[in-house]
């Protein structure tokens, strides 16, 4: 068996790589490996999903895992992955489980994995439940009253609307926004939410069918909630992705504003209210020179780590930090969630504009994004292709030219037959032909 988890959860081709019979045999060794620091009680899982059609199968196949192990299941229903992280510890469950595949197309899905108090697993125990599925005769299935039973919980977003909002630091009166749900799990939860917090909202692609999930619409596919911005004469708008675990924004003219601008103007606001934390931001190496020049030039400490919010979610529990997030709009606030979280990242950036009366393209103006180049490289061995001379040659002589004025990021993708070259430079011109010169190094190294 090759490995299952990538970066964020295992993802495939649903009812292809992803089979109801391996989602069954991940539920069995995540109850199990879980839950077996404390065998006193049986254990307890919270389950939910995204609205795309393979759900449905995934969830039985997951759910009746679960209670094949002895789980005690609540299922919760359509919500994001933020949502089922939070009920999961106001549960104080074992585990909680989501069925996503968050920006990705309808015919892809996925499972989240979530450790007693709605914590991203680490690379340990990622390891052990894939162990686990490798060896399911390890475990003996209970019989009789030890089979789980599985219940409903029917106000769970209700009561993650209410911890939203009552997160949400100052009221959003006056604020107009277009919200893009992807016809996402976001559909209810962020509209109410936003009305809840005093917003003036306008919905866009929140009517869900199952098969038009992030269908040119959400995080991935701004058009849309840019001409509804300009249409609607909105102060900003919101772009979810699948399962809302991050959030997009465009400015009232309709520029974009990524992750790292969002990450810049939030901590900002939390070194003005005294909540920064060692004044300190988390990002990871794909973040934008733009974004350390200027937390720099704001006397604020910027920390990376390895692609992957998880390791974004490591680093803040280790030092007690109060930030991090990625260029892609995966935003992390500890103080009140376990996970990114797109719709409490967008209150709170909402909420940062209501209290300085400052327009977004104002407050995102505090960083410049240089100009970043990636290009995608298809390769046989992408380690090997990392690790060859000529490439290592074409990277130090890139790095050498560029010196402070631009940054040089090589890595294998986690996920896919890919090396990811970024670029960044004082101009698109320059970025575009340094990631080219390095693109043909790895291509000649590792053709695909």
Not at 212 to 241: K, P
Not at 316 to 330: F, K, M, N, P, V
Request: glycine share 10%.
């Amino acid at each position: 068996m090759g490995r299952l988890f990538g970066t964020d959860g295992i993802r495939g081709l649903a009812n292809a790589d992803l089979s109801p019979e391996l989602a069954l045999s991940v539920a069995v060794a995540a109850a199990h490996v879980l839950a077996e620091a404390d065998r006193s009680h049986a254990p307890l899982a919270v389950v939910g999903r995204d609205p795309r059609a393979s759900g449905e199968m995934l969830e039985a196949a997951v759910v009746a895992g679960l209670s094949s192990a002895g789980a005690t299941v609540i299922r919760v229903g359509i919500l994001p992955t933020p949502g089922v992280a939070f009920l999961a510890a106001e549960a104080t469950a074992d585990l909680g489980v989501v069925i996503s595949a968050s920006h990705n197309p309808m015919p892809d899905n996925g499972i989240k994995l979530f450790a007693g108090g709605g914590h991203k697993l680490t690379d340990e125990v990622e390891s052990r439940i894939e162990a686990a599925v490798a060896e399911p005769s390890a475990w003996r299935r209970p019989t009789g009253a030890g089979v789980g039973r599985v219940h409903d919980l029917l106000d769970g977003a209700e009561h993650y609307v209410k911890h939203l909002v009552e997160s949400t630091p100052h009221l959003l009166a006056g604020v107009k926004v277009v919200v893009d749900c992807a016809n996402g799990a976001a559909s209810d939860v962020a509209p109410a939410a936003y009305r809840q917090a005093g917003a003036d909202v306008i919905v866009i692609n929140a009517d869900p069918d199952g098969h038009n999930i992030n269908d040119g619409c959400g995080s991935e596919h701004l058009d849309g909630v840019r001409t509804a911005v300009l249409e609607h004469g909105a102060h900003l708008g919101i772009a979810h992705d699948g399962d809302a675990d991050r959030c997009v924004a465009v400015d009232a003219t309709g520029q974009v504003v990524d992750g790292d601008q969002i990450m810049a103007v939030l901590a900002l606001a939390m070194r003005d209210a005294g909540t920064l934390t060692q004044n300190t931001l988390v990002t990871t190496v794909m973040s934008n020179l733009g974004l350390r020049l200027a937390m720099q030039r704001e006397g604020i400490t910027l920390v990376e780590t390895a692609v992957g919010d998880r390791y974004v979610l490591e680093a803040l529990r280790t030092d007690g930090l109060a930030i991090g997030g990625e260029q892609s709009g995966h935003v992390v606030l500890p103080a009140h969630a376990t996970t990114g979280d797109g719709i409490l990242t967008a209150l709170h950036l909402m909420a940062r504009m209501a209290e300085t009366g400052q327009s977004l393209a104002d407050l995102a103006a505090v960083m410049t994004k240089l100009p970043q180049v990636l290009i995608n490289v298809p390769v046989v061995d992408r380690k090997g292709a990392c690790e060859a001379g000529p490439v290592l040659a074409a990277v130090a002589a890139a790095e050498a030219s560029l010196g402070e004025t631009g940054r040089v990021l090589l890595r294998p993708s986690g996920t896919e037959p890919l090396v990811r070259v970024m670029v960044e430079a004082p101009t698109a011109e320059l970025a575009e032909s340094v990631a080219g010169r390095i693109a043909a190094e790895v291509r000649a190294a590792s053709p695909s």
